[in-house]
């Protein structure tokens, strides 16, 4: 189990939402059919952050299942989020990520 990727998927779910990008109420079965990168087509990136991204990785972390060998989801949202008021926040976690998920694998 990587508990340095854990402690980062929880900070980012700390960070979605004292920035109110995290909802609530779950999505719709539908959204996460999606076959788009991201879910583009069905939801916003913090909903595929909240729904897709941070169960799979936590999933992977704890299961010991491979890492993917080069993440790169902060320039998703640098296109997305900057004018978000909490875009340098939610950035950073992703930076962080980014780089601990290249690192380890």
């Not at 949202?77 to 004018?83: F, H, I, T």
């Not at 978000?84 to 950073?92: E, G, S």
Request: charged fraction near 20%; charge should be negative; include cysteine.
């Amino acid at each position: 189990m990587n508990s340095e990727l854990l402690i980062q998927l929880d900070e980012l779910e700390t960070c979605l939402k004292a920035t109110g990008l995290w909802q609530d109420e779950p999505i719709s079965a539908k959204a996460l059919t999606s076959t788009e990168p991201f879910c583009c087509d069905t939801m916003t990136f913090a909903q595929w952050l909240q729904f897709v991204f941070l169960g799979k990785m936590r999933t992977m972390a704890k299961s010991g299942e491979a890492l993917p060998e080069n993440m790169a989801i902060a320039p998703m949202a640098e296109m997305v989020l900057s004018e978000h008021l909490y875009f340098n926040a939610v950035h950073q976690c992703l930076k962080n990520l980014d780089n601990t998920i290249t690192k380890s694998a």
